[in-house]
């Protein structure tokens, strides 16, 4: 396996550039460093970024791959002295796509990520709103949920619910499947009328047994027949309240919440 | 102002190319509708795809711009025969790069975001942590902790710490600075001995006031003179005690993680 360091060099908060660091996953016959180096904006900077890929390079036997969001041309013409793969997002994308809008783009720092954002104080309102409404904790203001997640304790749904929020702006609340409701054999009646924003996560028992044994080892609670019992009832249930629902066992919490998102057909369409 | 559709087409949860939608921000003087396309694996999805094209050229009155990560090459060149603005990241990114890696990349779907990605569990278990240190809720744990954010009610420390958690696997606890330990004038007892992974976090008065009316209007809590006063002692307080702080007023999650991850230096390299 060849070793090669990713950098990150932004002149703001390079997440930005970090997440395309996500493309790196289709080589692993690479193993990558990945570095990121925000706030960028000086030429004593980028003087510091070049003496890191320079060592970058001789501990790893071969030059870095540079993912970079320079606004100000001084600095990026700088930084090309270095020996490296650059990856120059100004030049590749935003340069470009203002001759195709005939517009300048604006190149000052930190543009992508400021509260200036078109969609940051809803996104704000909805990480308040699902953690206020992680884990069936009120009842209250589930009118204004755009989902509610349920299903059985430990299967994803947290996670998810704030990653719904924060990525995407969505108020995300989640109910937990319990006991109470397998006896009663229908979801909790406080969700009956909001049936339509229900989505359902269920997991494999070998799975939540492990992810249970982990928190409560040798329980009631975390033995394989007890998750076996609880996952088959709660399948049910979800199945004849006419809810859909996916499986988290191998799936990402990107992926459960991209799933949610076309099925509700919520938020998938947002003006920017 | 002109209006333009921005298209994430993926064949996957079309987060990476979700995330290039933040360099749209570099041109206000366009109006974008943002529609993500994912789990865009078949030939008739890609129909419905330039159905979305086509009918937005319309509305919009001006082709739409597609940023688009399809691995299957027949799939990419079925929607390239759409009338739009293409950024492909398998032409612009991940084709070149292999190159310089000597190396075929994977194209099948969804492999940024599977869960087999390489900080997958790391950042869930971040999440987990985080949720449950969040807001002093319990001093069990703490040496766990990455980064522990401080700082009066309502500043901003559980979406920052959130944020770290979800986006950088940073175990992040946080704890508020509340009437009690300004009248000790000292840090809560229990972080004493965790001082070097301490962060601030502060605010404008004027702004926590706005934040704090929205919850409990008209309360001594929220008054313009309470918070500035709480957050005077604050800042007294962790100057006294050696912490840095950011302020958090006009700073979005995005920015204030990047400066703790500097400040903190944590995280800033690791291994993928």
């Known amino acids: 396996m060849i070793k090669r360091t990713a950098f990150f060099i932004s002149d703001g908060t390079g997440i930005t550039a970090g997440a395309l660091g996500k493309l790196l996953e289709h080589f692993p016959g690479t193993q990558f460093t990945q570095v990121r180096l925000p706030f960028t904006n000086t030429l004593d900077k980028i003087k510091l970024a070049q003496h890191a890929i320079l060592q970058a390079t001789q501990e ?7 993912i970079m969001t320079l606004g100000d041309i001084v600095l990026r013409n700088a930084i090309k002295q270095s020996n490296a793969y650059f990856i120059d997002l100004f030049n590749t994308f935003i340069d470009p796509l203002g001759v195709e809008l005939s517009q300048n783009p604006l190149t000052g720092a930190g543009i992508a990520h400021s509260v200036m954002g078109s969609s940051y104080n809803e996104r704000m309102e909805a990480v308040n709103f699902t953690l206020n409404h992680d884990d069936g904790m009120t009842n209250s203001g589930l009118e204004e949920a755009q989902v509610i997640l349920v299903g059985v304790s430990r299967c994803g749904k947290t996670p998810t619910s704030v990653y719904l929020a924060m990525q995407f702006g969505v108020k995300a609340a989640n109910y937990p499947l319990i006991p109470e409701d397998f006896e009663r054999g229908t979801l909790p009646a406080v969700l009956h009328k909001h049936l339509d924003k229900i989505f359902g996560l269920t997991i494999k028992p070998e799975r939540l047994h492990a992810v249970r044994n982990e928190r409560r080892a040798g329980s009631f609670y975390a033995s394989l027949d007890n998750c076996r019992q609880e996952i088959a009832t709660a399948e049910n249930l979800m199945r004849n309240a006419g809810i859909t629902w996916a499986d988290s066992t191998s799936r990402s919490v990107e992926e ?9 057909r919520y938020a998938t369409t947002k003006k920017a």
């Open 256 to 264: 459960l919440s991209a799933i949610i998102l076309e099925k509700i």
């Open 60 to 66: 790893d036997g071969g030059r870095p791959i540079v």
